[in-house]
């Protein structure tokens, strides 16, 4: 049974930082195409960033202007999103799940909330 459990959210005042991390389970991950995503309030669940299962290729949209960096330990099982210079915008539910194609059960997400 494939499990995804979201981690490491919270409130942050703008300009700062947060480590999501995802760990995951119940498929082999070492050769799945990991994405990081997020849906705000009344808006549809977008992708974030991705990452290859080798690790070496990413992508991030376009909008984050290189303040995000995704990363991913296939030792672990576990892949993480690097998040600096939050932004209000930013505030929404993060999840992980694959980059690409159908995607697994949705986990329940971790709150990230960005406010003076």
């Known amino acids: 049974q494939v499990q995804l459990v979201e981690s490491g959210g919270g409130l942050v005042h703008p300009g700062g930082s947060l480590n999501l991390s995802c760990a995951a389970s119940g498929f082999i991950f070492s050769v799945q195409g990991m994405g990081w995503y997020r849906q705000a309030p009344g808006k549809e669940r977008e992708l974030v960033a991705g990452i290859s299962w080798t690790g070496y290729n990413t992508y991030y949209t376009d909008s984050l202007k290189g303040r995000f960096t995704i990363s991913r330990d296939n030792a672990k099982n576990t892949v993480t999103l690097q998040m600096n210079s939050l932004e209000p915008a930013d505030t929404a539910v993060y999840y992980c799940?694959?980059?690409?194609?159908?995607?697994?059960?949705w986990g329940q997400g971790t709150q990230v909330t960005v406010s003076s």
């Open positions: 799940n694959k980059w690409v194609g159908v995607p697994f059960n």
